[in-house]
């Protein structure tokens, strides 16, 4: 059975770094598609990044991801990670992580297309 386990979560002020773990364990994690979500208080889930192995890219699908989030991995740890920098308090939110089944190869910024999700690790900055 595949599972997903987030951590490094906290509180943190604003202006501060962090970085996310999400380890894989279940199957072989050779070939995959894995993102992260986050969804904050009173709002929908958003897609953050998205790695796939098939083609080596990563994806960023918010504007603040794109300049400030940096997906990475480590395949021997079967870990990957999501490092947020400069804080703001609007990135508040539990962030998931999660994977698509296998066949599929291609990256997607919506949950709808991942089956396996983490329980999630709640970021909450402060101003």
């Known amino acids: 059975e595949e599972r997903l386990v987030e951590s490094g979560g906290g509180l943190v002020q604003a202006g501060r770094s962090l970085r996310l773990s999400c380890r894989h364990s279940?199957?072989?994690?050779?070939?995959?598609?894995i993102a992260w979500f986050r969804q904050a208080p009173g709002k929908g889930r958003e897609g953050v990044s998205c790695?796939?192995?098939?083609?080596?890219?990563?994806?960023y699908y918010i504007e603040p991801a794109k300049g400030r989030f940096t997906f990475s991995r480590d395949n021997a740890k079967r870990t990957v990670y999501l490092q947020i920098s400069s804080l703001k308090p609007d990135d508040t939110a539990v962030y998931y992580c999660?994977?698509?089944?296998?066949?599929?190869?291609?990256?997607?910024?919506?949950?709808?297309?991942?089956?396996?999700w983490g329980q999630g690790t709640q970021v909450t900055v402060s101003s």
């Open positions: 999660a994977t698509r089944s296998k066949g599929f190869d291609r990256c997607s910024e919506y949950g709808a297309d991942f089956v396996s």
């Open positions: 279940g199957f072989g994690f050779d070939d995959y598609v």
């Open positions: 790695f796939s192995s098939h083609d080596g890219n990563e994806y």
